[in-house]
């Protein structure tokens, strides 16, 4: 019978590891959460499916977890203990793990990792003070998400200069390399899924999937 539910394994509970832990947990993601200490394993325990104490450097004791079998690892271990998000990454790989996804620290630390064999690798504090930037600089950016590796869905409240004019006149994707996917009307506070012909009205929240860099490129030159 096949298996419905989605497994991963989340190696390091920091703030980064639990917060990812706790999200996929409460998304129906069968969520085994793993430290060397114990404190974190007993906090998470009841958020999760499974919550295990022992050194993810440990090959035997990682074996026993069958990362194989999951559907994504990650190694979110900070960044005092460098040496062993590597080695924990490189021994996720040794035992057939099909997508592992490691936390680094810093570029050298993304090379390594990639290097050792991490499918994606992910900077969490860099990431948020780059998107937090954008909404300081940029006060229509009301929030970002990053998607993947480089693609960010963004809401931006429509400029005062694409008001009363159509998505298609304002050809967002051939000038900006960006796309609208739904718009948040302020009238009614209804979403719409857009076409060409949909007018922007002045206070709608438009929602935008683009490279980074592309959103902000698009408030600073509209």
């Known amino acids: 019978m096949p298996r419905i539910n989605q497994q991963a394994i989340v190696i390091g509970l920091g703030q980064f590891g639990t917060s990812v832990a706790k999200a996929l947990a409460e998304r129906g ?5 793993v430290d060397s200490r114990e404190e974190r ?3 998470i325990a009841e958020h999760v499916a499974e919550a295990m104490c022992f050194d993810a450097t440990d090959l035997d004791a990682l074996q026993r977890t069958s990362p194989g079998e999951r559907d994504v690892c990650l190694c979110a271990i900070g960044d005092e203990a460098k ?3 590597i080695i924990c990454t ?3 790989r040794q035992t057939g793990a099909k997508r592992v996804i490691a936390r680094a620290n810093d570029d050298v630390h993304a090379r390594i990792l990639r290097l050792v064999g991490a499918h994606q690798v992910v900077n969490p504090e860099r990431a948020f003070g780059e998107r937090f930037a954008s909404q300081i600089v940029h006060a229509g950016i009301k929030g970002e998400m990053l998607l993947g590796e480089g693609v960010l869905l963004s809401e931006v409240e429509t400029p005062a200069e694409f008001a009363g004019r159509s998505l298609g006149e304002l050809r967002l994707p051939a000038r900006f390399g960006v796309t609208v996917v739904a718009i948040r009307k302020h009238q009614t ?10 007018l922007l009205e002045g206070g709608d929240v438009i929602v935008l999937v683009a490279g980074e860099g592309a959103v902000a490129k698009m408030m600073e030159k509209r």
Request: proline share 4%.
């Open 29 to 33: 993601v069968e969520v085994l959460a």
């Open 41 to 43: 394993v007993q906090s």
């Open 83 to 85: 040496e062993a998000s």
């Open 90 to 92: 490189a021994l996720l």
């Open 189 to 198: 506070g209804a979403v719409v899924l857009p076409d060409a012909q949909t």
